[in-house]
Each structure stands twice: as C-alpha cells, then as structure tokens.
C-alpha cells in the first residue's frame, strides 16, 4: 500500500479516526452517564469539523486513479458522491444535538455512528469490485441498523431497529449469493472483467440476486416494506440522515454495478430495472396519499423518490449517470429540509409527527411554514425549485434512452404526489396551532434549515455549476 494510496482514502480516514475520538471524547466527558440530559456539544463539534474537512479535501481533488489493487475507484463520480454524503452528514449533525439532549440518546454513539455509515456510502460509490461494494454496504448498513434503534427506552424505536435488522440480513444473504454466483460464471468479482465476460444463465441468476440486495437498500419495491415502520419507529434525526444516506449508498452501488460496470448486458438489466422503476413509482406515490403521519408520509415520498432515481440508472448512457448523481443532491436537501422543520416541534414530550401538529405553524414559526412549504413544492417537482431541475433531467434521460413509458409514468405519478406534498403545505399555513405541540428553537437546526433552502433554491435557479460537475463525472467514464 502506497502513500498515494492512503491519500486518495483521505476522506474516509478523517471519519472514521474522527468517529474514535468523538467515542473517547464522550467517554472521557460523560463517565458511565451515558444517558445524561446535560447538552454535550463537544461530540457535534467533534463530527461536524472532521466533515468540513473530508469535505474539503473531496473538493480538492486530491488523489485520482485506481487504488489497492483495483478495489477502490477515485474518480468524478467517486467525488461527486462524496459531495452528496458529506454534504448530507454535515447537515444531519446540525440537526440532531438539541433532539439527542432532549430525547436522553447517547451523543457519543451517535455521531459516531453517523460517522461510520458516511464512510460506508463513499466506499460504495468508490467500488472496483463486489467485495468492495459489499464491505461499503454493510459498513454503511451496520450503523444504521444500530442508530434506529438506539432510543432504549422507546418500543418503536426497538422494533424499528430489530425489523430493520432482520430484513437488512436477508438483503445482505441475497447480495452474497449474487456475488458468489457472478465469480462463478465470470472467475472474477472485478467489475470491468464482469462487464466483459458472455452472457449465461449463472450470471444472469447472479445478477439478479445482487439488484435484490441493491433494492432492499434504496427501498425499492417490492424490497421497501421495512422503510415505513422504520422511519416511524426509529428516533427522528436517525430517519432523517437514513432517509438520504441509505439511497446515496444504494444508487452508488446501482451506478456502478448497471451502466458503469456490465453496459454489455443492457438488454437483460434495462426492461427488469425500468419495470420496478414503474412500480415503485406507482405503489410509493399511492400509498402516500393515505397517509396521516409525516414520518410514514415521507418514507411512501422515498420510495416513490427511488422510483425517480432508477429511471436514470435503467435509461443508461451518461445522460441517465449524470441525472442521477444531480438527483441525488437535490433529494437530500428537501428531505432533509423537512425532517428539519419537524424537529423544531415536540408534542408532550414525543415526536410531533402527525400531520395535525403542523395545523397552525405559520402563526408560530413563520419562516418555518414558508421552509416547510418550499420543501413540499419541491419534492412535488414544481418550479422554481430543485425538485423541478431534478425530475426535468432524469425525464429528459428517459426519453434520450427511448424509455418513453419511464418518462410518461414519473410524469403521472409527479401530478398525483402534487396532492399531498401541498396538503401538508396547505396544514402548515392554514389553522390554529394545537395546544399540545410546542415549538423548540435552537439555532443548529436553523443553520441546517438554512443550508437546506439555500441549496432547494441554488440548484433550482442556478443548476448550471452543478450539472456541469456531474456531466464532467459522467463523461470521464467513456
């Protein structure tokens, strides 16, 4: 191993020495009260420094190339990801530490989890072979598992981390056998020796079971029923970073694998994944209209969203790669954004998850309803927002790879989500505030609403910068 080497993981290092300090750090502050209601802000500092810094060095440049024997890949993609993965872990941590003192979650851990499940994200997207993206989607899994299930004295929260657990581990026995399968008929788990071996029946099982594995991860259907009862049950900043980190992972891996890796065997991978592109789009965006808790409102919202994003993964060709690594910007802002706005509330001591405690916000928080309402616009994909520029090129890369029902579908389903992205809106600017909901201002979550909107109405205004970033990305890979 190589300096040059140990340079181009530069980014992934910073996080996981930062995850082993902000362990010793919350050791040596709290003692054995691990559970201590006393605010303890050095940890997010801890975490949200080591981020700027890995964020930094990402957008240096650093080290490019192929590295540990073709096992990792530092290229524009790699580097376009880890943009949307720090970016996304960097407005997490401003949004947890008054929840995590309120809620008695043990800050420590936490972070560290966050930490660790980033890392795991940049290693999928920077994977040459399946061991990597294997190693990269159980280290970005493990935490998760652990983090939604980390309020103890929550039942929910214990059944959201057990279900997430057990589902998690059949995902992962689908994804090894695909692996095991592929190095059978190929002799190799190298990706562009498998994108240039014959087609046959053992690689077409293999590669089948590894999109189950893929799937279950970016909560595609029918591999999503774990994402509604987690979401709910798990505490609400872990559902907020799992809601975006998960499906940055996940496409990552569905990149790499699909238009990057095996292109040959287009015609076999592009009918199966448009077909589950259709039905998740379908069945997310339906069930969503039924829904009266925002969590599970927005984990149906996900799905459909993962629905969007594999339009440009099963449309192939740059214009699909580059539409996707500009979507999955853009998704992590508005979610983020509105897991934010819920966070400012609290009804009698719980989550103030139900669409009722939004009623009457506008009276309370003003800013906020407005923040909230501009999110919505833009998971519903209605100008000026990025939502719209986001669903504009993944649509556009449909019908350039002559997928016209992909684009007529994700054009339907959009016009049907519009209902209840604005019905919520509509709750939040309308009504008198219920009694029981208070509002908790602290000025982390503040910060993170901030970046969120700035980067809604950035991307939506201006996306030009952007989309030239991940077209480069994409054009580098020809």
Same mark, same amino acid.
């Given at each position: 191993?190589? &300096?040059?080497?140990?340079?181009?993981?530069?980014?992934?290092?910073?996080?996981?020495?930062?995850?082993?300090?902000?362990?010793?750090?919350?050791?040596?502050?709290?003692?054995?009260?691990?559970?201590?209601?006393?605010?303890?802000?050095?940890?997010?500092?801890?975490?949200?420094?080591?981020?700027?810094?890995?964020?930094?060095?990402?957008?240096?440049?650093?080290?490019?190339?192929?590295?540990?024997?073709?096992?990792?890949? $530092?290229?524009?993609?790699?580097?376009?990801?880890?943009?949307?993965?720090?970016?996304?872990?960097?407005?997490?941590?401003?949004?947890?530490?008054?929840?995590?003192?309120?809620?008695?979650?043990?800050?420590?851990?936490?972070?560290?989890?966050?930490?660790?499940?980033?890392?795991?994200?940049?290693?999928?997207?920077?994977?040459?072979?399946?061991?990597?993206?294997?190693?990269?989607?159980?280290?970005?899994?493990?935490?998760?598992?652990?983090?939604?299930?980390?309020?103890?004295?929550?039942?929910?929260?214990?059944?959201?981390?057990?279900?997430?657990?057990?589902?998690?581990?059949?995902? &992962?026995?689908?994804?090894?056998?695909?692996?095991?399968?592929? +190095?059978?008929?190929?002799?190799?788990?190298?990706?562009?020796?498998?994108?240039?071996?014959?087609?046959?029946?053992?690689?077409?099982?293999?590669?089948?079971?590894?999109?189950?594995?893929?799937?279950?991860?970016?909560?595609?259907?029918?591999?999503?029923?774990?994402?509604?009862?987690?979401?709910?049950?798990?505490?609400?900043?872990?559902?907020?970073?799992?809601?975006?980190?998960?499906?940055?992972?996940?496409?990552?891996?569905?990149?790499?694998?699909?238009?990057?890796?095996?292109?040959?065997?287009?015609?076999?991978?592009?009918?199966?994944?448009?077909?589950?592109?259709?039905?998740?789009?379908?069945?997310?965006?339906?069930?969503?209209?039924?829904?009266?808790?925002?969590?599970?409102?927005?984990?149906?919202?996900?799905?459909?969203?993962?629905?969007?994003?594999?339009?440009?993964?099963?449309?192939?060709?740059?214009?699909?790669?580059?539409?996707?690594?500009?979507?999955?910007?853009?998704?992590?802002?508005?979610?983020?954004?509105?897991?934010?706005?819920?966070?400012?509330?609290?009804?009698?001591?719980?989550?103030?998850?139900?669409?009722?405690?939004?009623?009457?916000?506008?009276?309370?928080?003003?800013?906020?309803?407005?923040?909230?309402?501009?999110?919505?616009?833009?998971?519903?994909?209605?100008?000026?927002?990025?939502?719209?520029?986001?669903?504009?090129?993944?649509? $556009?890369?449909?019908?350039?790879?002559?997928?016209?029902?992909?684009?007529?579908?994700?054009?339907?389903?959009?016009?049907?989500?519009?209902? +209840?992205?604005?019905?919520?809106?509509?709750?939040?600017?309308?009504?008198?505030?219920?009694?029981?909901?208070?509002?908790?201002?602290?000025?982390?979550?503040?910060?993170?609403?901030?970046?969120?909107?700035?980067?809604?109405?950035?991307?939506?205004?201006?996306?030009?910068?952007?989309?030239?970033?991940?077209?480069?990305?994409?054009?580098?890979?020809?």
């Amino acid at each position: 191993m190589g &300096t040059r080497e140990v340079l181009s993981i530069g980014p992934e290092l910073i996080l996981v020495v930062a995850a082993l300090v902000v362990l010793l750090w919350d050791a040596w502050e709290t003692g054995p009260a691990s559970d201590s209601a006393a605010p303890r802000p050095g940890s997010a500092w801890i975490a949200l420094v080591a981020v700027v810094i890995a964020f930094v060095w990402n957008g240096a440049g650093g080290t490019a190339g192929v590295g540990f024997a073709g096992m990792y890949i $530092r290229d524009q993609v790699t580097r376009v990801v880890d943009v949307a993965a720090l970016g996304t872990a960097g407005v997490a941590i401003l949004l947890s530490p008054s929840y995590l003192t309120r809620v008695r979650l043990p800050a420590g851990e936490y972070y560290a989890l966050l930490l660790l499940s980033t890392v795991g994200a940049m290693v999928t997207a920077a994977s040459g072979t399946l061991a990597t993206l294997f190693l990269g989607l159980e280290i970005l899994s493990i935490p998760l598992y652990i983090l939604a299930g980390l309020a103890r004295r929550s039942q929910r929260s214990q059944e959201a981390g057990l279900k997430y657990l057990l589902l998690g581990a059949f995902a &992962t026995a689908f994804f090894v056998y695909g692996l095991a399968l592929i +190095y059978g008929a190929t002799g190799s788990i190298d990706l562009r020796r498998i994108g240039e071996a014959a087609r046959s029946p053992l690689l077409d099982a293999g590669v089948a079971l590894l999109t189950i594995g893929l799937a279950f991860e970016a909560a595609l259907v029918p591999f999503h029923a774990w994402a509604p009862d987690v979401y709910e049950g798990a505490p609400l900043p872990v559902t907020a970073f799992m809601s975006v980190v998960a499906k940055i992972g996940a496409f990552a891996g569905l990149l790499r694998v699909f238009p990057l890796g095996i292109p040959l065997l287009a015609d076999q991978w592009m009918p199966a994944l448009a077909g589950i592109a259709i039905v998740t789009m379908v069945l997310g965006n339906l069930a969503a209209l039924f829904q009266t808790n925002v969590k599970r409102l927005l984990a149906y919202s996900g799905i459909a969203h993962a629905g969007y994003m594999l339009i440009g993964v099963a449309s192939g060709g740059a214009a699909g790669v580059w539409s996707v690594l500009f979507y999955l910007l853009v998704y992590a802002v508005m979610n983020l954004g509105v897991f934010g706005v819920l966070l400012l509330l609290e009804r009698q001591g719980a989550e103030a998850d139900r669409l009722d405690d939004l009623s009457g916000l506008v009276g309370r928080v003003p800013w906020a309803a407005v923040a909230l309402a501009v999110f919505m616009v833009s998971l519903a994909g209605l100008p000026p927002t990025a939502g719209f520029i986001g669903k504009l090129y993944l649509f $556009r890369a449909a019908l350039g790879g002559h997928q016209t029902a992909l684009a007529l579908v994700g054009v339907l389903t959009s016009v049907v989500s519009v209902y +209840y992205y604005l019905r919520v809106a509509y709750v939040a600017l309308s009504g008198d505030a219920p009694q029981a909901v208070a509002v908790i201002r602290n000025w982390f979550v503040g910060a993170a609403l901030a970046i969120a909107i700035a980067g809604v109405f950035w991307l939506g205004l201006f996306p030009a910068g952007f989309t030239a970033a991940v077209q480069q990305a994409a054009a580098s890979l020809r």
